[in-house]
C-alpha cells in the first residue's frame, strides 16, 4: 500500500477524521483553528443541490442514494417483521446535509446521566459550555444561549395560525408554555428552533467546514474507509479506497473516527476492534476485545397523530406541481417564502406521568398531513404531530455482515423490546388527543384521520403503533462512553478508544443513553468539546 495520489498534505497530517458529518465538521473546524493539520476523509460528494440547501425540501436528500447510504434495518420482531428505513448522510455534511434542521440541545438530566454512568465531565456543566460555544442564537438574549458560534439557530416566523394553535392548545390541554425548551425550560409547548440561516440550511458543512477550509489547514479525500491502520496497538493512519485504488492517509498525531452510529462501529470491527468472537468469525484478528461495540443501539421512534382541517389554510394548497413550482421558484431567486423553513415551528416538550422527573415526550407540529418521506399526502387539507418517547429501554445492535467493508452491517434496534415502551406509547396517543381536544383547536379540527376515532383500546393502539412507528432517525450509543475500566465502554470520557493507543470516536454512537429530542445539536457539541480534549486545552465548563 503506498499513499499516491493523495495530497501531500494528506501524507503527513497531524490528524485524519473519518466523516465530514456533524461532529467531523465541528471537529475539523476547531483543530484547523488552533493551527493543526487535518485529512477529513468522506466517501460521500457535494452537498451543494438545492434540495439540500432548501430547508423546505428536506424530504428529498434523505431518501436520494446520492445522498443518503440507504440502511435499512433488519425485520424488527416487535413491529410485526417490519424492516424499517435508516437514513445516514452520504454527503459532504453528513446527516446535517439531509436531516429535518430540527435544534435539540437536550435536557440537562440527560448529561447528568451520562455522567452518572461514567462519563466524567459530562454532566450539563460540562457540555453547556460548548453548547455556548457553538451557535449564534437569533431568540433574544439569555445566559445560557451563545452569541457568536458558527451555527446559526433561528425560528421560523409561524405565520400560519395553526403554529400557535398548537401551542396554546398544548397550554389548555395541561402543560406550560416554554419561551425557550434549549434554555432554562425544556418541559412545555413553544417554539421549534432549526439551524436555518437567510433561509438556506444551515449545516455542519456551511457552519463548520467551509470556514475549515480557507485556513488552508485542511484536506478532504474523498474516499471510502477501509481500516484503522496500526502499528502494535498505536493506530497511525486510515487505509482508504477511491476509484479501485488502496490508499493511506497518515496521521502524526491521532486517527478519529466520526462516522455515524452506524458506520462508525463497523469500521472499528473492521479495525480488530469489538467484540473478539464476531470478529473472528468474519476473519478478522482481534486486536482489541470491546465487546460494547455496536452495542448500546438506541434510537426514537415515532408516530404520526393526523387529522382534517376545517380551514384551507394549510400547506396542502401547495402540494401539487405547480404550488411546488412556486414555492421553490421563491426560494431561487429571494431564499424567501415556505421554502426557506423546515415548516416544524413548533413543538413541545412533556412528561408522560408525574413519575417521570423530566419530560420523556416531544412533539413535532406539521401543517400537513403527511409522511416524512413526502411520499404520499392525505387527501385535502390537513395537519399532524409527530410524537414519541424519548426514553425507551430497548437496545439494539450494529454487527458485521462481512469481512469486506464494501457491505453494509447488519442494523438490529430490536424496537419495542420492552413492556414499557409501550406503556408509553399509549400515553403519547392519548395526550395527542387531549391536545387536538383542546378549545384553540375547534375552530380547524376534523375528523381524526389517523390513528382514527375507532382506535381506543390498548390492544387497538399496540396494533397501530406495531404497524406505523417509524424511526425518528435519531440512532446512537454504539460506541458508548464510560470509565475506562467498564468492560463495556468503548471510549473514555476523553473519547480515546480503550484498549489501544492513538484513535478516539466523535459522533453520536458515543453518547451513553439518547437525549431528549434531535441528536444533531448533541452531535455537533460533541465535535466541539472533543476539540478540546484532543488539544489538551482546559475544559469549559457552565
Known amino acids: 500500500m503506498h499513499p499516491i495520489d493523495l495530497p ?93 434542521m430540527v435544534f435539540v440541545r437536550g435536557n440537562p438530566m440527560d448529561f447528568q446521566h451520562w455522567a452518572d454512568s461514567g462519563a466524567a465531565g459530562w454532566d450539563y456543566a460540562g457540555v453547556l459550555a460548548y453548547f455556548k460555544r457553538m451557535e449564534t442564537w437569533h431568540g433574544g438574549t439569555s445566559s445560557v444561549r451563545g452569541t457568536s458560534g458558527p451555527l446559526h439557530i433561528t425560528r421560523g416566523k409561524r405565520k400560519n395560525p395553526l403554529f400557535n394553535t398548537f401551542i396554546e392548545a398544548g397550554h389548555q390541554a395541561g402543560w406550560p408554555r416554554t419561551d425557550d425548551y434549549n434554555g432554562t425550560q425544556q418541559e412545555g409547548f413553544g417554539p421549534m428552533e432549526a439551524t436555518i440561516w437567510k433561509g438556506r440550511r444551515w449545516s455542519a458543512a456551511n457552519a463548520y467546514l467551509r470556514p475549515a477550509k480557507k485556513t488552508g489547514l485542511l484536506t478532504v479525500v474523498h474516499g471510502l474507509a477501509n481500516r484503522i491502520l496500526f502499528q502494535g496497538k498505536r493506530a497511525y493512519g486510515v487505509e482508504i479506497v477511491r476509484n479501485g485504488k488502496v490508499l493511506v492517509a497518515h496521521a ?31 476473519g478478522i484478528t482481534p486486536l482489541a476485545d470491546r465487546p460494547g461495540v455496536g452495542g448500546n443501539l438506541q434510537d426514537h421512534l415515532e408516530i404520526y397523530m393526523q387529522y382534517k382541517s376545517l380551514k384551507p389554510i394549510t400547506l396542502y394548497t401547495y402540494y401539487n406541481l405547480l404550488g411546488k413550482g412556486r414555492v421553490g421558484l421563491e426560494w431561487l431567486l429571494q431564499k424567501t417564502g415556505l421554502g426557506a423553513s423546515n415548516q416544524f415551528e413548533s413543538c413541545g416538550f412533556i412528561r408522560s406521568s408525574d413519575a417521570q422527573d423530566y419530560p420523556d415526550i416531544q412533539y413535532h407540529f406539521l401543517p400537513l398531513a403527511v409522511r416524512y418521506d413526502g411520499k404520499s399526502a392525505a387527501k385535502g387539507h390537513g395537519f399532524q404531530a409527530h410524537v414519541g418517547p424519548m426514553r425507551s429501554t430497548s437496545r439494539g445492535t450494529i454487527r458485521l455482515a462481512s469481512g469486506d467493508p464494501s457491505v453494509a452491517p447488519e442494523i438490529r434496534f430490536n424496537y419495542m423490546s420492552q413492556p414499557g415502551d409501550w406503556q408509553d406509547f399509549r400515553a403519547c396517543v392519548r395526550h395527542t388527543r387531549r391536545i387536538f381536544d383542546a378549545p384553540a383547536f375547534v375552530p380547524y379540527r376534523g375528523d381524526e384521520i389517523q390513528p382514527g376515532d375507532a382506535i381506543q383500546t390498548d390492544d387497538q393502539i399496540d396494533a397501530f403503533i406495531r404497524e406505523h412507528a417509524e424511526s425518528a432517525y435519531h440512532p446512537c450509543g454504539t460506541a458508548r462512553m464510560g470509565a475506562s475500566h467498564d468492560v463495556d465502554a468503548v471510549v473514555d470520557p476523553e473519547l480515546r478508544v480503550i484498549g489501544v493507543d492513538g484513535l478516539r470516536v466523535v459522533d453520536s454512537s458515543i453518547f451513553p443513553r439518547i437525549t431528549n429530542g434531535n441528536l444533531n445539536g448533541p452531535s455537533i457539541m460533541t465535535g466541539e468539546k472533543a476539540a478540546d480534549h484532543i488539544l489538551g486545552r482546559q475544559m469549559l465548563r457552565g
Open 252 to 282: 502524526t498525531r491521532e486517527v478519529i473516527i466520526s462516522a455515524s452510529t452506524i458506520n462508525t462501529p463497523k469500521l472499528l470491527m473492521l479495525s480488530g476492534i469489538g467484540p473478539a468472537d464476531h470478529l473472528r468469525e468474519h
Open 8 to 100: 501531500k498534505a494528506a501524507k503527513d497530517a497531524d490528524y485524519v477524521i473519518i466523516g465530514a458529518g456533524s461532529a467531523g465538521c465541528a471537529l475539523a473546524y476547531r483543530l484547523t483553528e488552533a493551527g493543526r493539520t487535518v485529512t477529513l476523509i468522506e466517501f460521500g460528494g457535494s452537498d451543494l443541490g438545492p434540495f439540500i440547501q432548501m430547508p423546505g425540501a428536506l424530504s428529498y436528500p434523505m431518501n436520494m442514494s446520492r445522498y443518503d447510504w440507504g440502511f435499512a434495518s433488519q425485520p424488527e420482531p416487535h413491529l410485526g417483521g417490519r424492516t424499517l428505513a435508516t437514513p445516514r448522510g452520504k454527503v459532504i455534511g453528513g446527516s446535517s446535509s439531509i436531516n429535518g
